[in-house]
């Protein structure tokens, strides 16, 4: 009887994990596109507005909202809400400000996932980027961060598996930029499977450059 009950119990988390894995990734990954195409100058497509809404919609399995107290309709909300406010903005704004403002509803995205991101991250044997943005900054800064941002997620994507990653807003969440003395956003850490410190690249507008070359170096 124990060792069926236990069995059921590991059942039961293993398959909250993946909920709650699918939940946030599929948002994630929509919301990374529409970022994307923002930052290349494309009108939002209103296809994937709605994409995106009904993804951030969709019901949260109750094991999953018990289990994970950053899964809660009150901070759903706060993502709804300011999702909704984007939205009735569109019509009134260009391109670049829409980028602007959905790059702070991305950050908002990272805020509400921190702690679920931060399990995932540590627990990649892949080669890792961590990534410091930062929702409040001088405007050189936050215009930098927003770019760069854009630039790591096109990188990864281009190299589908290869690498695990993690934005962070510093502005909210700046524990680990004390823990490896990063004293600068934007800024890029570069971590082995093992989730020892590689690299370290701070406030450099070549991030990308400097962040590949290094990437080749440990390949070859």
Known sequence: ML??????????????????????????????RIL???SEGDSLNPSNLITLKNLLYS??????AKSY????????????????????????????SAFILFNNWYLHLQNIFYDYSKEKFYSSNKTKILFFSTSMSCYCTMKMSRIQTTELLKFVSDEPG???????????????????????????????????LLYKIEYEEKMLTQLTDHLDKVKN
Do not use: M
Not at 18 to 27: D, V
Not at 176 to 195: C, H, M, R, W
């Open 162 to 196: 290869k690498y695990d990653y993690w934005v962070i807003d510093s502005y909210w969440f700046n524990e680990l930029q004390i823990k490896y003395e990063t004293l600068f956003a934007p800024s890029v850490l570069v971590f082995d499977g093992s989730n020892q």
């Open 36 to 38: 994307i195409s923002l």
């Open 69 to 96: 107290p950053d899964f809660n309709s009150r901070s759903i909300d706060s993502l709804t809400n300011h999702l909704a406010e984007f939205e009735s903005e569109l019509k009134n704004i260009s391109t670049d």
């Open 3 to 32: 060792i069926k009950i236990t069995f059921q119990l590991i059942i039961l988390i293993f398959s909250t994990v993946i909920l709650r894995a699918q939940y946030f990734e599929s948002i994630e990954k929509e919301a990374e």
């Open 59 to 64: 019901e949260i399995n109750d094991d999953v």
